[in-house]
């Protein structure tokens, strides 16, 4: 029987499309309410089907940016046959793509025991939340929002996707909160900045699905929550892409900040009072 039922696939797949690329931490809000509807948090299976749902935000991210996408890898297509075209920007941001995922697929592996165990407590979660949001604050005073997508470098890059490694090993800090800081205190503006975090959660995020699918599926969740929560996950985070961007071109990070410190606080006061157990 699913330690998952389809009921509480939709629950997970609506919190996991929502919150997945706005700076407040998926895997956050999925383990608070796991907790709250009695899921094992560090359930092998439990983070296995977190893991699988997120492919269905980032299919999101393929439809909504798909014109960007095959521009990019047609770029990189041409550019491995013909030299001339390896000056063109398109063609070196895929491959910094590609370069900026290999540091969290190295420490995903080595940390994987340490990810599905001791650090996958919801006392982590909580305050992951509030350090995350004083990193996104400070990140957001310090930047200078300067420089549009085209200016975006190597360097850029590799250490907006290196920043990954903070959501992985702290759930709470928030993948695309820890991308979108780094971007800024690189002087990245807030689209920009948003946008990179896109593109460089791709690959990482379907490797992290396909990775766990086979634990998702043999130990304990059926094929039919899954399938299920990872539709809910698709079509919510569609809207979510859509609003965010909007968001971020005229709004700072504030709001996601005020946010982020009152989910920790109120989950750091459940997990006291023994509503929520870690």
Not at 10 to 22: D, N, Q, S
Not at 202 to 222: H, N, R, S
Request: hydrophobic share 55%.
């Amino acid at each position: 029987m699913s330690v998952i039922s389809v009921g509480q696939a939709v629950v997970l797949g609506a919190v996991e499309g929502v919150t997945e690329f706005l700076p407040v931490s998926s895997t956050g809000h999925l383990k608070i309410v796991e907790g709250l509807m009695g899921i094992p948090v560090d359930d092998a299976a439990v983070v296995g089907f977190s893991a699988v749902i997120q492919v269905g935000a980032i299919a999101a991210v393929l439809v909504y940016f798909f014109k960007d996408i095959v521009r990019i890898v047609s770029a990189w297509g041409r550019g491995l046959r013909d030299r001339e075209e390896r000056y063109h920007h398109d063609y070196k941001f895929a491959w910094w793509v590609i370069c900026a995922t290999i540091p969290i697929v190295v420490v995903g592996l080595a940390a994987k025991p340490l990810i599905q165990g001791p650090l996958a407590s919801l006392w982590v979660v909580a305050g992951s939340l509030i350090a995350g949001s004083g990193v996104m604050w400070a990140a957001d005073q310090m930047g200078r929002h300067k420089r549009g997508e085209d200016d975006t470098s190597f360097k850029d890059a590799m250490l907006v996707g290196s920043s990954q490694i903070l959501a992985l090993l702290f759930p709470g800090f928030s993948r695309s909160g820890a991308t979108m800081s780094t971007a800024l205190i690189l002087d990245l503006d807030r689209v920009a900045a948003t946008r990179l975090s896109f593109f460089l959660g791709i690959p990482a995020l379907t490797g992290a699905g396909l990775y766990e699918l086979k634990d998702a599926l043999g130990t304990g969740v059926g094929a039919a929550p899954l399938a299920v929560g990872t539709i809910v996950s698709f079509v919510v985070a569609y809207a979510s892409i859509a609003w965010l961007l909007k968001f971020v071109a005229k709004h700072s990070f504030n709001a996601f900040v005020i946010y982020r410190i009152v989910v920790g606080v109120v989950l750091f006061g459940l997990l006291g009072a023994g509503v929520l157990h870690s």
